[in-house]
């Protein structure tokens, strides 16, 4: 193999992305299907780089179809910035979202954690806040 040339294992390896993970991009298109040395993949740099790309944006929440055209916008280069900052704040209001329903559960857990604790309710008060809501 040439030196741009690795074995998906190295591309695991080099990304932290797992090799399953790896080939169900490929099949959805978020990762170009690599050429073929005989019956294994061989992938380069431009693979290294896209992957890496599609891993961040994962670990920021963002979802595949997201990450899709991000990957649109990223092709098209600077002259989508606008359009690449509409996908991150509508993303960011769906984060500040859920940090707001986490921060719901929390309350409700604690409230139900400290109710069991002072042991003056004859049930359980966790499983009452789950039928009442």
């Given at each position: 193999m040439a030196e741009t040339e690795i074995p998906i294992g190295?591309?695991?390896?080099?990304?932290?992305?797992?090799?399953?993970?790896?080939?169900?991009?490929?099949?959805?298109?978020?990762?170009?299907?690599?050429?073929r040395r005989g019956r294994y993949r061989s992938y380069g740099g431009d693979h290294v780089a896209r992957l890496g790309f599609v891993r961040r944006a994962r670990e920021l929440g963002f979802t595949l179809d997201e990450?899709?055209?991000?990957?649109?916008?990223?092709?098209?280069?600077?002259?989508?910035?606008?359009?690449?900052?509409?996908?991150?704040?509508?993303?960011?209001?769906?984060?500040?979202?859920?940090?707001?329903?986490?921060?719901?559960m929390e309350r409700v857990l604690a409230d139900s954690v400290r109710a069991c604790d002072a042991g003056q309710d004859p049930g359980c008060p966790l499983i009452e806040a789950l039928r009442s809501t």
């Open positions: 190295e591309l695991s390896r080099r990304t932290g992305c797992n090799i399953e993970t790896i080939r169900y991009y490929e099949r959805i298109g978020l990762m170009p299907t690599p050429p990450v899709r055209a991000l990957l649109g916008l990223a092709a098209i280069g600077p002259a989508s910035c606008a359009e690449v900052r509409d996908v991150a704040a509508s993303h960011l209001k769906d984060v500040r979202a859920r940090i707001a329903d986490l921060k719901r």
